[in-house]
Nanobody, 126 residues
């Protein structure tokens, strides 16, 4: 069973950086593709980034491409989201999730993810 716990959220100013972490409690971590989603108040949860099981390939939403970097450390059962040049529009609750999808590149919707963390709040002030 996968149990995901996010950390690293907080209140920052526009232009600042944050690194989110998402730790799994089990040894099956490396068998899942991993992703980050976010949900702003009054909006649908949206895809942010994903990474393959090996960590070699990653995918990003257009809105964060070039500013955010997803990575993973399978030895530590942890996936990260490095967020640079933050904007007020990045304000949201950020969730990590695990997917059984074989082709992680296609895993961009909530329905394709099997396990979720509880979320961590990121607030970017202008």
């Amino acid at each position: 069973q996968v149990q995901l716990v996010e950390s690293g959220g907080g209140l920052v100013q526009a232009g600042d950086s944050l690194r989110l972490s998402c730790a799994d409690s089990g040894r099956t971590f490396r068998t899942y593709g991993m992703g980050w989603f976010r949900q702003a108040p009054g909006k649908e949860r949206e895809f942010v980034a994903s990474i393959t099981r090996s960590g070699i390939t990653s995918y990003y939403a257009d809105s964060v491409e070039g500013r955010f970097t997803i990575s993973r450390d399978n030895a530590k059962y942890t996936v990260y989201l490095q967020m640079d040049s933050l904007k007020p529009d990045d304000t949201a609750i950020y969730y990590c999730a695990a997917t059984r999808e074989l082709i992680v590149a296609r895993a961009t919707t909530q329905q394709q993810y099997d396990f979720w963390g509880q979320g961590t709040q990121v607030t970017v002030s202008s």
